[in-house]
Every structure is written in structure tokens, then in C-alpha cells.
């Protein structure tokens, strides 16, 4: 991992839109709300969430869910929401924008 953790929670105030191209960021707007709300269930279900970054079908690999929060990493440098997740070989920080699905474990 490369960056600083910053906090065990995530900052709500954070500007997710900046990162839409309709604000000059690079990503959908669809995908920002669909992040977002994968950043929202992460919150409320640590320990019983799994997440991917992977964009393809069938996924190829989920990261049981550790944490959530905020972290300083390549290549923003800047406070963003960030999920811990355990991953294939190591604990990984996975920013909010890579989150491409979720599913709750069944118990």
C-alpha cells in the first residue's frame, strides 16, 4: 500500500461528484452513484461484505470486507473514502472508485 490511513470512518462531507466527468472528473456519473452505494453497504457491513474491483464477467476474485475510511494513496494524494478488504494474497485499500460490486455473505 502506498499512502497514509486517515481515519477509521468515512468523511460523508467528501465531494464524490468532483470525480464524474460531468465535473472534470474521468468516471460515469452512473458509476459514482453505483460506487457510492457499494461504499454505503461496505459501511454497514464489515465483516459480512465482499467486494471486487474486477469490471469483468464472471468476477474473478471478491475481498471480504475489513474496514472502511479514509486514506491519503497514489495517485490522488488527497483524503478519499477507502474499504480494507482482505485480498487474494494480502490486506488491500481498494479507493471507493475501483468498487465494481458487492454481495453479503450468507450465514
Not at 465531494?15 to 454505503?40: Q, V
Amino acid at each position: 500500500m502506498n499512502g497514509t490511513w486517515l481515519s477509521d470512518e468515512i468523511d460523508w462531507s467528501y465531494d464524490f461528484e468532483k470525480d464524474d466527468w460531468d465535473h472534470e472528473g474521468c468516471t460515469n456519473p452512473y458509476c459514482i452513484e453505483r460506487s457510492k452505494e457499494i461504499l454505503k453497504t461496505c459501511e454497514n457491513s464489515i465483516g459480512e461484505a465482499m467486494v471486487t474491483d474486477d469490471g469483468g464477467c464472471p468476477r474473478c476474485w471478491w475481498g471480504e470486507v475489513l474496514g472502511v475510511g479514509m486514506s491519503s494513496q497514489w495517485p490522488y494524494y488527497e483524503a478519499r473514502p477507502t474499504v480494507i478488504v482482505r485480498g487474494v494474497y494480502e490486506i488491500e485499500w481498494l479507493d471507493w472508485l475501483e468498487l465494481s460490486d458487492i454481495y453479503i455473505k450468507s450465514t
